[in-house]
């Protein structure tokens, strides 16, 4: 991991993190069972529009939005070593 640009190995693992982050990122989006009256993450009540929206909805509108924020902010980190490493 130290050396991004080593061996195969390396740089299939760095692909295989990407892909998984992408599954789970998508996964964390896609609403599974049943949805909650209130926000899971900060106990607000969901807006009951959203949640016909949502099937299955269990964040309100703004921690939903902290949890989309996550992946990309991840991969701004990966860009970066990358890029301290190039130089
Ligand atoms: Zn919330």
Known sequence: MANGWGPDGGVQDQIDATVTDAVSAAR??????EGTIECE????????????AIPGVRT???CQG????????SGINRRGNKDSQLR
């Open 28 to 33: 964390s989006r896609l609403p599974s069972g």
């Open 41 to 52: 993450v900060c106990g607000e009540e969901i807006p009951l529009k959203r949640r016909q």
């Open 60 to 62: 309100c509108v703004a």
């Open 66 to 73: 902290e949890r989309d924020k996550r992946p990309a902010f």
